[in-house]
């Protein structure tokens, strides 16, 4: 099999024997394509996210050093849109950079040894990627808790940052690494890699910040952390370099103290999953939205949240966000309300009568403005690519007279005192779901006697297609109805979540509509 590393070396030969050296540029196609000229900042996740629309991808590696990368798609026409598009001159940007796409002379990527060869165990096995913060056993408790039971943690410093954490069963282990896998535990660092580890048991001598049984609290240490108070650490402000990790010993965070505020929500740049647990009834219920749908206790992610207003003070960056690309036969105001909402309170939307396809979001913050765009950038639906960036304005003004969308909606809209914000206050900030697109989304508050085929129909109606596949969970208060649907692709899902979220459903009998609410899952609907 040939080398994933694309050795400068490499030659194909002509019929007499001879090498052509202008054929090493030209490969023949392969479901696997180089990446040269990354940026030093470039993560796997920026990259699956870069040619998401191309196709499915199945594996992403990193050459770090040589800023190269391999991307393997799931059939070769996804590499085929890849290379054709870039050699049509047109550039794909990965983590605010163009990169170089041809095809790889491998046909797939090759990992000796690695987890495609390993059973699934109950111990995880967690190398921290950039570790520019300490991480500590609290901080791995934190983020692996709400999947299931955490019995042990070790964590090890011989080659970077390692952890082990054995959960009490196997299922656990899996939703874990399913939702965490390449997610960042802050923005842009400590980046997890996840897969299983082979002891059947860990062997833990003392309870301290590398180690901890919690099965054993004869060993000593302070209280464990239960992962259901305020954040162990916290995440940088927006705008603000974290400060290095200063070696093995941990917690020296320099002359500015320890980072502002928690372990972040797991979207962000790198992928990866969610800061949430999708089912009720296996560990601590999770939350869903704003007043009238939660049904937890809080979790350990704290948000930053506005009331309506801009929060930046002097130097801080801007609580607007621009946005490009859009398809305006199909999006409004209340449409990129519905995306938008995800990320933070939604303050104004105005269209820009002067450049089609554009328009600016007020946040209620700017670390709103950063979940949005680490999230949104680059996605791709309604047959647009979606490029966001940071406004040079703090605010939106209010616009007296609007011009009309061709809808005959208003290209301007304020949204400060709208029911659906979901950031409203400190409790709900820190009970949402932060979370890039999926091709599956969860629903809440539906009636609780919804049938599928209501939720197909409400589908169907918005965007003439239905969800491959609906999941939906046993209600514990018969109140309202909740669970997942999936779709064909992320950017099917992404439309359906623009379409129908906040869509009012009737029952019968019901004095009020149900609004329907949408967000995007890590969680996989399998069965």
């Known amino acids: 099999m040939a080398n994933n590393y694309e050795h400068s070396n490499k030659r194909q030969r002509t019929d007499d024997g001879k090498r052509d050296p202008e054929d090493r540029f030209k490969p023949p196609p392969s479901p696997c394509v180089h990446v040269r000229g990354l940026s030093e900042l470039a993560t796997d996740g920026d990259l699956a996210e ?38 049509q001159g047109n550039s794909i940007y990965c983590a605010g950079q163009p990169a170089f796409f041809n095809y790889s002379l491998s046909q797939k990527i090759q990992r000796p040894g690695e987890e495609d060869t390993r059973a699934p165990n109950h111990i995880l096995l967690f190398t ?13 408790h934190t983020i692996t808790s709400p999947y299931g039971q955490v019995q042990r ?50 062997n833990v001598i003392r309870n301290d910040a590398d180690s901890w049984d919690y099965t054993n609290p004869a060993l000593g240490g302070k209280e464990p952390p239960s992962g259901r108070g305020q954040p162990l650490l916290q995440e940088p402000r927006f705008g603000a370099h974290p400060v290095p990790y200063n070696g093995p010993a941990g917690g020296n965070f320099g002359a500015g103290g320890p980072p502002p505020n928690g372990p972040q929500h797991f979207g962000g740049p790198a992928g990866g999953g969610g800061y949430y647990d999708e089912y009720e009834g296996y560990g601590r219920p999770r939350s869903y939205g704003g007043p009238g749908e939660r049904y937890g206790p809080k979790g350990p992610v704290q948000e930053h949240f ?25 999006i409004n105001c209340d449409k990129l309300f519905n995306l938008f909402c995800l990320y933070g309170n939604v303050v104004r939307i105005k269209f820009l009568k002067s450049k089609e396809g554009s328009a600016m979001i007020q946040l209620g913050d700017p670390i709103s403005v950063e979940r949005a765009i680490a999230n949104l950038n680059n996605a791709f639906f309604f047959g647009n690519k979606l490029q966001l960036s940071v406004s040079k304005q703090a605010f939106l003004q209010e616009v007296p007279n609007p011009h009309e969308l061709p809808d ?10 709208n029911r659906n914000n979901r950031f409203t206050n400190p409790e709900s900030a820190q009970k949402n779901r932060i979370q890039s697109p999926s091709k599956v989304l969860h629903f809440f508050n539906a009636p609780p006697g919804i049938t599928e085929e209501e939720i197909n129909e409400l589908f169907e109606n918005a965007i003439g297609k239905q969800p491959l596949k609906i999941k939906q969970f046993p209600s514990k208060t018969e109140r309202s109805s909740t669970g997942l ?13 623009i379409m129908v979220n906040h869509t009012p459903v009737n029952t019968a009998g019901g004095k009020t509509p149900f609004i329907f609410k949408l967000c995007f899952s890590a969680m996989p609907l399998t069965g």
């Open 485 to 497: 649907v999936e779709f064909e692709n992320k950017s099917d899902a992404i439309e359906a979540l």
């Open 408 to 417: 005959g909606t208003s290209s301007y809209k304020d949204f400060m005192s």
């Open 153 to 202: 943690i070790v964590i090890f410093k011989k080659n970077g940052i390692q952890a082990m954490v054995e959960f009490d069963n196997v299922e656990s282990a899996k939703r874990a690494k399913q939702a965490l896998n390449g997610a960042d535990i802050y923005s842009g660092c400590c980046t997890l890699k996840i897969e299983y580890a082979k002891p059947t048991r860990l």
């Open 50 to 87: 870069a040619v998401q629309h191309f196709g499915a991808v199945r594996d992403v590696m990193m050459m770090p050093r040589k800023r190269q990368a391999l991307i393997e798609f799931e059939d070769i026409n996804g590499a085929k849109n890849c290379v054709e598009y870039c050699q």
């Open 306 to 330: 506005g009331r309506g207003g801009y929060e930046g003070g002097p130097g801080s960056g801007g609580a607007v966000c621009m946005a490009y690309g859009l398809n305006m036969d199909k």
């Open 128 to 140: 921290v990627v950039n570790p520019q913060y300490p991480i500590t056993v609290d901080v791995m």
